[in-house]
């Protein structure tokens, strides 16, 4: 089945009992029990919820998984693949990474006896260099948060099995339908559904996608001890949002290249981070582990200033400053104080993410529109 259809029908059959086109949402906290301990599948909505199953199966299929696991945000499903790993385990991560993820890692699972090295993964040699024999698990984003880097899936997840790790990837900003790690080795895919999965930023969700079934109990033992479940409503949404997955992420796609290609020859513009253009370091590699290039653009201001981007991401109109991505409006954002505000500076300026660091998520909006007012914003500087 081509990603176009699985997005409509993966996981979702009408339902059995009213023959309903779309899941019905499961509004309900227990289920009737037949007599003790014997049930039909389901008896307390923290543990299972039809509506999230469905959601489950969908995203299982698309990720081409053997199970995936639902959680109430994308840091839910992050807290609960570290959970997997106990005290003394040691992760080595890339240095390009959502501020979130990195002050979960470093103020949260550090205090509890986790090990962290952040490396810059654009080097395969360096890699290697941050193995230790208690390396249990790397965790990469390709496309990266919010500098676009893209990383080399196969090759990582060679690197990391030799050495008796496993390999987690965020694909938050490429979708399933840009791109599968599962196919390319990895162990384990998180997605923030927040983002592009919902569409239309209207909830908070996340998931956990996994190839090995004993990962996958693990997950949801995780979730069932610590309660990070998504409710039926936002399980809906997210199932009725991945039904035009196909549609949007084919429109984010092509906007956002009009508008790099417009970027990289603005005389206000200093550097352009978007995979699709030619020069990106990463281009041929993500021409070949995707689909497309997605719709998250990051670029440098010449005038390199913090008064610069607040002067540019306070002037658009259409473009919103906004945290979050991947709704169908474009979004505008200033990372160093507003996604990744939670990284000590010197370490986001020795990673890239400099003061005059601008990222847009690039809408499906007509792109002259969009083009016009990122010309208007970007006179003053």
Same mark, same amino acid.
């Given at each position: 089945?081509?990603?176009?259809?699985?997005?409509?029908?993966?996981?979702?059959?009408?339902?059995?009992?009213?023959?309903?086109?779309?899941?019905?949402?499961?509004?309900?906290?227990?289920?009737?029990?037949?007599?003790?301990?014997?049930?039909?599948?389901?008896?307390?909505?923290?543990?299972?919820?039809?509506?999230?199953?469905?959601?489950?199966?969908?995203?299982?299929? /698309?990720?081409?998984?053997?199970?995936?696991?639902?959680?109430?945000?994308?840091?839910?499903?992050?807290?609960?693949?570290?959970?997997?790993?106990?005290?003394?385990?040691?992760?080595?991560?890339?240095?390009?990474?959502?501020?979130?993820?990195?002050?979960?890692?470093?103020?949260?699972?550090?205090?509890?006896?986790?090990?962290?090295?952040?490396?810059d993964f654009s080097h395969p040699e360096k890699?290697?260099?941050?193995?230790?024999?208690?390396?249990?698990?790397?965790?990469?984003?390709?496309?990266?948060?919010?500098l676009l880097k893209i990383l080399d899936i196969?090759?990582?997840?060679?690197?990391?099995?030799?050495?008796?790790?496993?390999?987690?990837?965020?694909?938050?900003?490429?979708?399933?339908?840009?791109?599968?790690?599962?196919?390319?080795?990895?162990?384990?895919?998180?997605?923030?559904?927040?983002?592009?999965?919902? +569409?239309?930023?209207?909830?908070?969700? +996340?998931?956990?996608?996994?190839?090995?079934?004993?990962?996958?109990?693990?997950?949801?033992?995780?979730?069932?001890?610590?309660?990070?479940?998504?409710?039926?409503?936002?399980?809906?949404?997210?199932?009725?949002?991945?039904?035009? /997955?196909?549609?949007?992420?084919?429109?984010?796609?092509?906007?956002?290249?009009?508008?790099?290609?417009? /970027?990289?020859?603005?005389?206000?513009?200093?550097?352009?981070?978007?995979?699709?253009?030619?020069?990106?370091?990463?281009?041929?590699?993500?021409?070949?582990?995707?689909?497309?290039? +997605?719709?998250?653009?990051?670029?440098?201001?010449?005038?390199?200033?913090?008064?610069?981007?607040?002067?540019?991401?306070?002037?658009?109109?259409?473009?919103?400053?906004?945290?979050?991505?991947?709704?169908?409006?474009?979004?505008? +954002?200033?990372?160093?104080?507003?996604?990744?505000?939670?990284?000590?500076?010197?370490?986001?300026?020795?990673?890239?993410?400099?003061?005059?660091?601008?990222?847009?998520?690039?809408?499906?909006?007509?792109?002259?529109?969009?083009?016009?007012? /990122?010309?208007?914003?970007?006179?003053?500087?």
């Amino acid at each position: 089945m081509k990603k176009a259809t699985q997005v409509v029908h993966a996981g979702v059959e009408p339902d059995p009992l009213t023959g309903a086109v779309m899941t019905p949402v499961y509004q309900t906290s227990t289920y009737a029990q037949e007599a003790p301990g014997k049930h039909k599948g389901y008896e307390y909505a923290r543990t299972q919820n039809p509506t999230r199953t469905a959601l489950q199966h969908c995203l299982a299929a /698309l990720e081409n998984g053997h199970e995936a696991v639902c959680f109430s945000s994308g840091m839910a499903a992050v807290d609960a693949v570290l959970k997997c790993f106990n005290p003394g385990d040691h992760v080595v991560c890339s240095n390009d990474l959502y501020g979130g993820t990195y002050r979960l890692f470093t103020k949260t699972f550090e205090r509890y006896g986790l090990q962290f090295t952040f490396h810059d993964f654009s080097h395969p040699e360096k890699i290697v260099e941050g193995f230790r024999p208690q390396t249990r698990l790397v965790w990469v984003e390709t496309p990266s948060n919010p500098l676009l880097k893209i990383l080399d899936i196969a090759e990582i997840a060679r690197m990391a099995h030799a050495a008796g790790a496993r390999l987690c990837v965020d694909n938050t900003f490429a979708s399933p339908y840009l791109q599968n790690p599962l196919d390319l080795g990895a162990d384990i895919v998180v997605h923030s559904a927040t983002k592009y999965l919902g +569409g239309h930023s209207d909830v908070v969700h +996340g998931a956990a996608v996994v190839r090995d079934p004993l990962l996958g109990e693990a997950l949801r033992f995780n979730q069932n001890s610590t309660g990070a479940v998504p409710g039926p409503w936002d399980c809906f949404l997210v199932l009725r949002g991945i039904k035009t /997955l196909a549609l949007r992420m084919e429109k984010h796609s092509k906007n956002a290249r009009i508008i790099a290609d417009f /970027l990289n020859q603005h005389p206000a513009v200093a550097q352009v981070h978007y995979p699709g253009l030619a020069q990106h370091p990463g281009h041929h590699v993500a021409a070949r582990q995707m689909r497309d290039f +997605g719709g998250m653009i990051s670029f440098r201001l010449k005038k390199d200033t913090l008064e610069s981007a607040i002067h540019v991401t306070s002037a658009t109109r259409i473009f919103v400053l906004a945290e979050s991505l991947g709704g169908v409006e474009s979004l505008i +954002g200033h990372p160093a104080t507003m996604t990744h505000a939670s990284i000590p500076r010197d370490e986001r300026m020795k990673n890239g993410i400099t003061d005059g660091l601008i990222r847009l998520s690039v809408g499906i909006e007509d792109p002259e529109d969009l083009i016009a007012d /990122l010309e208007q914003a970007l006179r003053g500087v």
